[in-house]
């Protein structure tokens, strides 16, 4: 399957997607936490109520986006998502109080997680039918191996430049990513499973439904 240089740049192309999927997502989250109680000096509990309150952001955006993406298409659907980030990112990196922090983390999950509630059809759907086991795991695992580097990143910015830095400077040009690479891919939203014309990547059939 892999002899196919069509399958092979499809792969290559995934892997890079979802390396720039789990550095948005993790660029989003995993420093957020020391943000909040080192940047700000907020209590831990003040923290983990952000945290609910994000992730209730999360949980609304996967579902809602991840469900719309059937009307709107997968990779405009995700390029929508990723530039909704972008406009929170200000709000996001520059609040200082309780109410903004809650409602600037809510609103960037519901994009960052709003877009990723369209991955599991989408690598599902541009998997070749041989594969299909195999490829979106994989494709999905190899970026989420190369976007471990994104914590020690943001670290080391946050101890030379402060938090909002650290975090303005790989949230925002992840998104700029996830956008040129969505809207440089293809997508099959429709396609048959089992029809053979998931093995063709590079033809028509591949791009069944392209937005």
């Given at each position: ?13 995934l ?5 720039a ?179 063709a990547p ?10």
């Amino acid at each position: 399957m892999f002899r196919n240089p069509a399958v092979l740049r499809r792969f290559v192309h995934l892997v890079a997607l979802m390396t720039a999927f789990n550095w948005m997502s993790h660029g989003t989250q995993d420093i957020y936490p020391s943000f909040v109680k080192k940047g700000l000096d907020l209590s831990a509990n003040t923290a983990i109520a952000i945290a609910v309150v994000c992730n209730i952001g999360a949980m609304i955006g996967g579902v809602l986006l991840g469900a719309y993406s059937e009307r709107l298409g997968r990779r405009r659907t995700i390029m929508i998502a990723a530039a909704g980030g972008l406009v929170v990112v200000p709000f996001f990196v520059l609040s200082t109080t309780v109410g903004w922090l809650m409602l600037s983390s809510f609103l960037m999950q519901v994009c960052v997680q709003g877009a990723w509630g369209v991955i599991p059809a989408h690598l599902t759907e541009m998997s070749p039918d041989a594969v299909r086991g195999f490829y979106p795991g994989v494709t999905y695992q190899l970026g989420n191996l190369i976007a471990a580097l994104n914590l020690p990143i943001q670290e080391a910015l946050a101890e030379r430049h402060g938090y909002p830095s650290a975090m303005a400077w790989t949230i925002v040009p992840t998104l700029a990513v996830v956008i040129l690479l969505s809207a440089l891919g293809k997508e099959a939203k429709g396609i048959r499973f089992g029809s053979g014309s998931a093995a063709a990547p590079s033809g028509a059939a591949a791009g069944t439904a392209q937005s």
